[in-house]
């Protein structure tokens, strides 16, 4: 068996749906994420493989079925992140075992701190999403995420970068991506920092990629991030019981940013069988509980299943926090209802009485 078996064959064996391979003259050329020598200098390869999340809890998850599906997508996505960890970890080990240098690549919340205003920015050790695509394990969707015919971009990457000279495989092409445009992905966005016209253009080991342009990161931070869970057509949230008006420019998103700062503060963590996870590229200071993700989990690879998640999410109504820190999910107008006679402006987290409200709110449900 050739070097690119035994790992492909290690992979597939840990969990791993596809398995591709790069090398430094395929990812030559691109922006900084593609350079597979800064966590290796010796580098002269890099593997990419992923892990797809489960079909069922995503529907699940979409359509806010019960309060603690929150948490078990939490630990089901905390988990795929364990086993692609595991399975770069025993392949750099193997590597190294054969005579190699290898090095695993953390697969989120790892960023390059040497890079000015990283904080906002967050630009990875090494872009998982540009090692997919140049490697053929994935293609672009026009999110940004990253995915294929058969998951979607309901994926987690993985990679490994090392010495050993392995045979590159070929980008997807084009005519077999999984990706039609269709921008569903832009419309789920609570605070649309995709744009749904204007295109991110990079060149990759002379292969172009295209995807949306990012409208502003501290729009994804407010609502992925959990301080804002409202959409902004008002008929359906995220996970997060957060609640802030619509920005309608910059200027507004950044008071949004420092506001949510503070007051995120003031509600207290989501009670439920997850309780988050501590990044250590922050220190260890900041616990994440996820909330979102709808740009991720919306596209399934192909046009009638996307078509009926996203019905399914713009049908699963809105999330309220009790006082204990549990959330409940109400249809959309008793949500609003709900949430209008919270005393507390902006995130109404606190009010008197609130279990009397609930079962009069549930009575007329």
């Known amino acids: 068996m050739t070097l690119e078996q035994d790992i492909e064959g290690m992979l597939l064996e840990a969990g791993a749906k596809k398995v591709g391979f790069a090398t430094l003259e395929t990812m030559a050329g691109g922006p900084k994420g593609a350079d597979i020598t800064y966590l290796l200098p010796e580098a002269q390869s890099a593997i990419s493989f992923y892990v797809p999340f489960n079909k069922e809890m ?9 309060p603690s599906i929150r948490g078990m997508h939490e630990e089901e996505n905390i988990g795929i992140h364990r086993i692609i960890w595991d399975a770069s970890q025993h392949v750099k080990r193997w590597l190294v075992e054969q005579g190699y240098k290898a090095k695993s690549v953390f697969p989120n919340n790892q960023y390059r701190m040497d890079i000015p205003g990283w904080q906002v920015t967050l630009p990875p050790e090494l872009s998982l999403r540009y090692l997919a695509v140049r490697s053929g ?63 991110t253009v990079v060149t990759i080991g002379g292969e172009t990629f295209r995807y949306s342009k990012r409208m ?101 109504g809105c999330v309220i926090q009790k006082q204990d820190g549990s959330l409940e999910i109400y249809p959309t107008d008793k949500a609003k209802e709900l949430f209008e006679s919270m005393p507390i402006k902006n995130q109404r987290l606190y009010y008197k009485d609130y279990k009397s409200k609930v079962k009069k709110l549930k009575k007329e449900a």
């Open 216 to 316: 502003n990161k501290m729009r994804c931070f407010l609502t992925c991030g959990g301080s804002n869970g409202l959409h902004s057509s008002g008929k359906f949230s995220t996970w997060s019981p957060g609640r802030y008006d619509y920005p309608e420019n910059d200027l507004e998103v950044s008071r949004l940013m420092s506001l949510a700062m503070t007051s995120q503060k003031k509600r207290p963590p989501i009670k439920d069988c997850s309780s988050g996870y501590q990044p250590a590229s922050f220190g260890g200071m900041a616990n994440i509980q996820l909330t979102c993700g709808n740009c991720q989990f919306v596209c399934a690879g192909n046009p009638k299943e996307t078509a009926q998640r996203y019905k399914i999410l713009v049908n699963s």
């Open 58 to 66: 995503i529907l699940k998850y979409l359509g806010k079925e019960e």
């Open 137 to 199: 394990v994935a293609s672009f969707g026009w999110s940004g995420n990253v995915g294929t015919k058969e998951h979607g971009t309901a994926i987690i990457l993985g990679g490994i970068v090392t010495d050993a000279k392995l045979e590159p495989t070929e980008p997807i092409p084009k005519s077999e991506s999984f990706c039609d445009e269709c921008k569903i992905c832009t419309k789920v966005c609570a605070y649309q920092m995709f744009s749904p016209t204007e295109e």
